[in-house]
């Protein structure tokens, strides 16, 4: 076979499957990765054939960030005398962070896959961040915040189109640096991608939020002597469903 036909031939069905997808199916795939489960929901009229070519793309895309996070965390982990997490607090906040960091890498990496194969509404979770492309029918996609230090009343849940949801919780017991004795419970940021979300929480934990920070769209649970008291950022209030 010549090699032009041989290339059409083995890119046809990726052509096919990058049609419209607004009017298609609702699938649902899964699975793990990163120590943690992934799920999927997209819009596409997938055909067998079409869902294991994404399927195929979708596990090479996590065997790379798998070798890549098993080489990090080796390289972290080599500067230390011990490699017991348990024994050290501070390195284990690391390994944490890291780990979150390359799920919220991962959460981006599966959108661009989807992308490159023309779905134009789906949803991808791994490890509690989210990413969303388009549309959940008419309505944008509808998230749950994660219910970090709350009781069990309801809250609002948020309406969200082409943009993530991560939320982060700070190690231990730490104090908000100026909070008079304040902790910061948990913090969620919604942002363009998974990875801008995932750094922008860890800077709101180590910093703490300033009048500013209020402006963007974030949620902080904060623990008070009076009680639990939530704060929603300027940004993000338009996107809560009352």
Known sequence: MRPALFLFALLMPVALLGGCRQQGDWQHLEGVALDTGYHITLNGDLQAAERELLMAAIQGELASL?????????????????????QLPFLASLLEA????????????????LA???????????????????????????????RSGLDDAPAPPLRLRDAALVTREPPGDALMPDGGGERLLAVSVVADTAEQADRRARELLLSGPSAADMEQAIRLVVLRPQGIDIQYGTALEPLLER
């Open 66 to 86: 798998e070798t890549e996070s098993e080489t990090l965390q080796g390289l972290l982990l080599a500067g230390w005398p011990t490699r017991d997490a348990a």
């Open 98 to 113: 890291l780990r979150g960091a390359q799920q919220a890498r991962a959460v981006d990496r599966l959108d661009a896959v």
């Open 116 to 146: 490159e194969f023309g779905i134009d509404h789906a949803m991808v979770e791994l490890g509690g961040v989210v990413r969303t492309r388009g549309q959940a029918g008419r309505h944008p996609w509808r998230l749950a915040l994660d």
